[in-house]
């Protein structure tokens, strides 16, 4: 396996220098820089000639990527251009934001999966199994920026129960964060509820369906005790499995989450700092996202590799 | 597969499905039985109904955009904060007549080549350091720096001079007489001289003003605390303020209606018919712009190097509708830059560009077409693609095919400041709402020298260079203002089409509270009403 | 969604009408339905509308049932009906010619992957590279290059879907090349290239199809988000994700202003859902 991982690490590397490259190609593709923003509406050249100076945007570009390289490799992300602050501190910010609403969500994840799944592999009644299976599929189905504006019109706008956005951090004020945290949470778990959901309710009926739970069944055992001695058991797994691919897409998810919820997140401060041409935190933040994502196909791989040993890439 | 495997032997018995419910509701339910609820949580302490000012209590206020500490001595998009935290030297009353803050009182010279300014004494720094001369001296060298890009450079330039008297006189002098050194005096905050470098990257902001910010948090909002030193006794009346940034306008308005914010500056135009059928919540104008939507014209293009072209293109934008459809009816359709409070509004001025398309297009069959195609830039938010939609319309029913070009803000910026429009574009500009000889010095739009439009006369230049230099009163300086409102109309390379003040919506229960001329909030005698 | 169709692959051949009969179930049926009601209205838009999509007039914010407007009217007085049926008109447009087009250029990536390892490296890696990078940041990058237009939102569509087409053929290449019928063929003397056609992608094409259907929701999606951030089609060309962003400030105000393409939008990719399901299930059997 060691021998696997050294072979992949050359390649993974490889894909972070490029990804380097394109993060910072692509901002000085796009027209419009930080200077123009910093200047402002009714500025004249001269003041944006002068900002742009201070900014360092003159250097050739070499210079100014070798810069930027080099700061990341002594852990000085340095000062944000145009949102202010450091820029490790706004991203600090924004992962804090965006993990407590990615954990948010997981939590509704399993609660609302178990509920669609045991619901709809062992209810009595039709009904409530049609409900839940309309139900997960239209979850599936329906992209968050429908199902959020349908959640804000229903318990913000009409309701009045929960804000329609913004957040107070849930260590703060653990009483307020939550409320401000359900919606968000809500409608970036519906998708992976349903895919969760389902992956049980097959599990656990195909594991009812087993000879053993007939033959238990037909001794007397409790169908309740049946269900959590032995169905729930032996469905368990893959799920855990799967719910492990799920948080991954939560994290990509909660971007588009954030935006509708104005969660403060790793989302919305890419889409700031991208507005105002923020070079420093788009740059760190596209390449801590494409890091984060070659670990993640890298530790998949791995699990692959393990499990099938018929993929091989030699 | 359901029908499959689910025989009634393996069903489930009905309480143990409710139990696994159960859980989840409970989940729901934890954040709404907790002692405080985040939709009513902003309600002022419990006091004494009365009508009087009353001490205490937090102010909410929503914001769209957050403070950008580097823009802190530009006029940005959100400078709410300036007045509470720093103070400025004057401010102007509604009639454009400065007053007294940190400075008491000031007497120009007769040549109007200096003037000396009495500053306040007893009052500090929220460190506890005294303001003297030398913070105004500092301050005014500090915008004379380019890389603070304050848009009132060019008069913080013209003050060559520094002579103290003592630690509560300063006499400024000036290269040359300019009309607009109060403009410079209500826009200028004084910060603190030692911590300038801290405050423009947000980490120390130490000012005069009412209140302290204690907290920062970028994309969130800022928090303020009262200044218990505050050099007006007694003021402010409020414990605390809280900026919420609140990018969603939907989201925005329902924190206002719920009463989670109490004031805001940011309700877009077309939601203002909500908040006026909310009962807890009124609607204030201020009449002194902050801004103007204007169709910008590219004269070095042909046709639009014609300028009865230019004209025709102003006949045919009905403003009214823009008003009325993209602004919630709020602003005042008009031809000129210029507010009501300005001493160079005129209603002939404001009408002289109306609703005409019959006119519009035999202006353009007079010059020679009758069918044009033009790009028009635009910034691709909501609103202001709205607008661009709007005059699209417009302009295709008197034959000129407009294809809009959505842009983001940034690009949009770069395009203005490079020179690089394409033939039209949609965009507002602000500083017609102080002297309007700040406006062709400063916004840069208007520039005599350079600006976007590519636009050059010599009259024009004359004019606006003596508007500046020559006293802002008097029957000269009626003249030329005119002459520069006559210019911008029959040239037509900015063609305005609605000012639009500030907006302010609060809680009924909210008093007190004013802004200044470039929308720094005075938060000095708010206060919630019991 | 694409963790729920990362199909199993077919454990032996199969006879060959899974997909009418996946068609014919009542989910299928159902979802067809769905579909074929949303493209119907989308094809026959000029007749159905009787105003053009980007006519104003004084009358804004119209309610529904008004004389002339059964839909009402938005925020500058145009037909709601009118931009509602030419936004499907605009939406089917963009996600047929650029789901296929994804499609197309992803198979072609992968079986350039399955000819040598080193081309396999290589696709892997700009597969990892592509997925990495934001949607959002791609979105206004290439809008930025190319200017607004329908042309981006294809682009953009498409390079998100490349390397999940891509992805999952390759899979199923080089699942099926372990397996003993394609040993067998091979160790009985058929050309390479012959069992690649013959044998290997006929069976590994089942979940592309399926694949097809979800990324046409994911299209609608993307068109959707697209729109909200302002980099979407050229105004004032109504989509459905454009109407929708239209509508957002007056959804207190005038809610049905956004209830014509929140319906449509969802009974489009739930009709392609319950499609994609159908066929699904069948191709698991």
Known sequence: ?314 | MTELYSTPSTALSRRTTLRAAGGGTLLLGLGLAGCRSAVSEAEAPAGKAGTGPRRGGTLTVAVNSDFTPSLLFAQSGQSLQHRLIYNTLTRYDDRLRPQPELATSWEYAQDGRSITLKLRSGVTYHDGRPFTADDVIFAVKNLQNPLRAAQLRATAAAVTGFEKRGDHELVLRLAHPVNNLFDLFEFMIVTDRHSVEDAVAGKKLNGTGPFKLTKWSPGTGLRFTRNEKYWQPDRPYLDGVEFRVVPQADALLSSLRTGQSQLSFSVPGKNLAVVASTPDLAISEYTTGGGAFYLGVNTTVAPLNDKTVRQALAWAVDRERILKQVLGGYGLASATPWPKSSPAFSETGRTHYTYDPGKARELLKSAGHSRLDLPLLHINLPGDTAVAEAIQYDLKQIGVQVTLRPTDPATAQKNLIAQKMPGLWAMSHGFAQVQPSTLAVSAYPFNEAKNTSKFRSAAYTKVVREAWTTPETGARANTLRQQITDTLLDEAFIIDLVIRGAVQVAAKKLHGVTLNKFSYLNLDDAYLAG | MTAQTAAHPPLARKPRHPYRAALATVRGRTGLTLVGLVVLAGLLAPLLAGHGPTDQSGLALAPPGTPGHPLGTDDLGRDLLARLLHGIRADLGIIAVAVPLGAVLGCLFALAAAAHPIADTVVQRTFDLILAFPGLILALAVTAVLGPGRLPVILVIALAEIPVFGRLLRTGILVQSGREYVTAARVGGTSGRRILTRHILPNAADPLVVQIAVSLTVAVFIEGAMSFLGVGVRPPEPTLGAVLSQSMPYLAQAPHFAAGPLVTVTALVLGLSLTAEALNREIRR
């Open chain 1, 1 to 314: 396996m060691r021998g696997y991982l050294l072979r992949r690490l050359p390649s993974a590397l490889l894909v972070l220098l490029v990804a380097s490259f394109v993060a910072f190609a692509l901002l000085r593709l796009v027209p419009g820089d930080p200077a123009a923003v910093l200047a402002g509406p009714d500025a004249s050249p001269e003041t944006e000639a002068a900002i742009r100076t201070r900014l360092g945007l003159d250097a050739p570009l070499h210079t100014q990527y070798l810069q930027w390289i080099g700061d990341l490799l002594t852990g000085d992300l340095g000062p944000s251009y145009a949102i202010g602050g450091q820029t490790a501190d706004l991203i600090a910010d924004g992962l804090g934001a965006t993990v407590e609403l990615t954990l948010g969500a997981l939590l509704f994840v399993v609660v609302l999966g178990a509920a669609f799944g045991i619901l709809g592999a062992t209810s009595r009644n039709r009904w409530v199994r049609g409900t839940v299976r309309a139900l997960t599929t239209a979850a599936l189905a329906v992209p968050p920026f429908v199902t959020g504006v349908l959640l804000v019109l229903l318990f913000a706008v009409l309701l009045g129960a929960l804000p329609p956005g913004g957040r107070v951090p849930l260590l703060t004020a653990p009483d307020l964060g939550v409320q401000y945290l359900l919606l968000p949470a809500l409608c970036l778990a519906l998708p992976s509820a349903a895919v969760l959901g389902r992956y049980l309710k097959d599990g656990i009926e195909r594991a009812l369906a087993e000879d053993y739970v007939r033959t238990a069944t037909a001794a007397g055992v409790a169908p309740r005790r049946l269900l959590w001695r032995h169905a729930l058991p032996n469905a368990l797994p893959p799920v855990v499995t799967l719910l492990g691919m799920q948080t991954g897409h939560l994290l990509g998810g909660a971007v588009l989450v954030e935006a509708i919820f104005a969660w403060p997140g790793l989302g919305q401060l890419a889409e700031q700092a991208l507005v105002r041409r923020d070079y420093p935190v788009v740059q760190d933040l596209l390449l801590l996202l494409v890091t984060v994502f070659v670990l993640v196909q890298l530790l998949t791989d791995l699990v692959h590799a393990r499990l099938d040993p018929r993929i091989r890439w030699e």
